[in-house]
């Protein structure tokens, strides 16, 4: 039919909207990784500086997200994404290994996930940290599912006989609190350590609480 307009591909330089979406949101993310991560940190930065950081305009962070709080929240759990992921790689590496040695690559893994990157550690232990009711409900809903691995690791642990069988939500809580606050320290520089005593003495907590004095794995 002459004079027909052909439907739209949806392409735009060879990509479709939703990659070009991806794209822009990817850049929103990476830009707010160096300043809420970096300098000036989240509660410092605005919409304008963001968006020119990541080579936007505030239109378009506008279409891709509400609030500043909003990139904060997917920055944080993308985060805790990459950690959880490394975490779990190295679990199902050290299945077969002896408690000891499971437990230390399970830390070195957590530990390297968040140390391979200062900003990182900034966002999930300053950053977050009383910016709103949602935020904290994230947080300490992340927290918890880091208590949640911790028991799961620690049951297993005790059915193989390796641990002592008990309760372990209150010590897996305690001894989050422990990880967070040595890797906040270390990262900024009020513990002279390196990573690998800072995992070290973090399993050797862990075990202690696993393996308390007087137990006999022998029953």
């Given at each position: 039919?002459?004079?027909?307009?052909?439907?739209?591909?949806?392409?735009?330089?060879?990509?479709?909207?939703?990659?070009?979406?991806?794209?822009?949101?990817?850049?929103?993310?990476?830009?707010?990784?160096?300043?809420?991560?970096?300098a000036?940190?989240?509660?410092?930065?605005?919409?304008?500086?963001?968006?020119?950081?990541?080579?936007?305009?505030?239109?378009?962070?506008?279409?891709?997200?509400?609030?500043?709080?909003?990139?904060?929240?997917?920055?944080?759990?993308?985060?805790?994404?990459?950690?959880?992921?490394?975490?779990?790689?190295?679990?199902?590496?050290?299945?077969?290994?002896?408690?000891?040695?499971?437990v230390?690559?399970?830390?070195?893994?957590?530990?390297?996930?968040?140390?391979?990157?200062?900003?990182?550690?900034?966002?999930?232990?300053?950053?977050?940290?009383?910016?709103?009711?949602?935020?904290?409900?994230?947080?300490?809903?992340?927290?918890?599912?880091?208590v949640?691995?911790?028991?799961?690791?620690?049951?297993?642990?005790?059915?193989?006989?390796?641990?002592?069988?008990?309760?372990?939500?209150?010590?897996?809580?305690?001894?989050?609190?422990?990880?967070?606050?040595?890797?906040?320290?270390?990262?900024?520089?009020?513990?002279?350590?390196?990573?690998?005593?800072?995992?070290?003495e973090?399993?050797?907590q862990?075990?202690?609480?696993?393996?308390?004095?007087?137990?006999?794995?022998?029953?």
């Amino acid at each position: 039919m002459p004079g027909r307009l052909r439907a739209p591909t949806g392409r735009y330089g060879g990509k479709t909207a939703a990659e070009r979406q991806a794209e822009r949101r990817r850049r929103f993310l990476d830009a707010a990784l160096d300043l809420f991560g970096g300098a000036p940190g989240f509660r410092a930065t605005t919409v304008a500086a963001l968006s020119e950081a990541a080579g936007l305009s505030t239109r378009q962070f506008y279409e891709e997200f509400r609030t500043l709080e909003d990139v904060l929240a997917a920055l944080h759990l993308e985060v805790n994404g990459w950690a959880e992921a490394a975490v779990l790689e190295a679990a199902a590496g050290a299945a077969d290994l002896p408690l000891a040695e499971r437990v230390t690559a399970i830390f070195r893994a957590y530990a390297g996930s968040l140390a391979a990157d200062p900003r990182r550690i900034r966002i999930t232990f300053v950053e977050i940290i009383g910016v709103s009711p949602r935020l904290e409900e994230q947080r300490l809903a992340r927290r918890a599912g880091w208590v949640d691995l911790i028991c799961a690791e620690a049951g297993a642990a005790a059915a193989r006989g390796e641990a002592a069988p008990r309760d372990y939500r209150l010590a897996a809580t305690s001894f989050i609190g422990s990880v967070n606050g040595l890797l906040h320290d270390w990262s900024a520089g009020w513990v002279d350590a390196t990573l690998d005593e800072v995992v070290d003495e973090l399993v050797r907590q862990l075990l202690g609480i696993l393996r308390p004095p007087g137990w006999d794995p022998r029953g």
